[in-house]
């Protein structure tokens, strides 16, 4: 269909729109959806959109754990240097992460893969912030993931209800 102004298709207004203005166009979706006017959506980018979605939320969740691993590791391999801010830190990642679980309970086979990847990443990190050499920490992450998420669980310490309170 062409429009009477511009000569231009409608599937192009649509690409352009959500070149030009995304927040515009995912309005447009929206009402095309709940209008229920499957002809008129932009499928390609909304696929496309959709699948990114699934991706970001896997990403969220190696960065939550990428963080609070290096902040174990730092709690672990630098006790002299431990913070009220460290511990907060792990404290607000694991709440963080209980919640991407709790919202994606389909990340359960993935648990160990995003593990690996983002212990790779922790030590990157905690290795950068405690200019300690990277060699110091294990090759592979020494916490299982239970220990890593538990609100109990601090390497090096013996679980107290008063930590650094």
């Given at each position: 269909?062409?429009?009477p102004?511009?000569?231009?298709?409608?599937?192009?207004?649509?690409?352009?729109?959500?070149?030009?203005?995304?927040?515009?166009?995912?309005?447009?979706q929206?009402?095309?959806?709940?209008?229920?006017?499957?002809?008129?959506?932009?499928?390609?980018?909304?696929i496309?959109?959709?699948?990114?979605?699934g991706?970001?939320?896997?990403?969220?969740?190696?960065?939550?754990?990428?963080?609070?691993?290096?902040?174990?590791?730092?709690?672990?391999?630098?006790?002299?240097?431990?913070?009220?801010?460290w511990?907060?830190?792990?404290?607000?990642?694991?709440?963080?992460?209980?919640?991407?679980?709790?919202?994606?309970p389909?990340?359960?086979?993935?648990?160990?893969?995003m593990?690996?990847?983002?212990?790779f990443?922790?030590?990157?990190?905690?290795?950068?912030?405690?200019n300690l050499?990277l060699?110091?920490?294990?090759?592979d992450?020494?916490?299982?993931?239970?220990?890593?998420?538990?609100?109990?669980?601090?390497?090096?310490?013996?679980?107290s209800?008063?930590?650094?309170e």
């Open positions: 269909m062409q429009t102004q511009t000569g231009t298709s409608s599937a192009n207004l649509k690409a352009n729109l959500y070149e030009t203005d995304f927040y515009a166009w995912t309005q447009q929206v009402n095309l959806l709940h209008e229920q006017e499957w002809n008129q959506l932009d499928l390609p980018n909304l496309e959109e959709i699948e990114s979605l991706r970001k939320e896997r990403q969220e969740l190696r960065n939550r754990l990428s963080i609070l691993i290096a902040h174990l590791l730092k709690w672990e391999f630098q006790s002299s240097k431990r913070s009220r801010s511990l907060n830190t792990i404290r607000v990642q694991r709440i963080d992460t209980w919640e991407l679980l709790a919202e994606n389909s990340f359960q086979p993935y648990l160990q893969e593990l690996q990847k983002a212990y990443k922790a030590t990157a990190l905690a290795a950068g912030e405690t050499p060699k110091t920490f294990p090759p992450c020494p916490y299982t993931l239970e220990e890593i998420i538990s609100d109990r669980f601090y390497p090096g310490e013996v679980v209800d008063n930590l650094m």
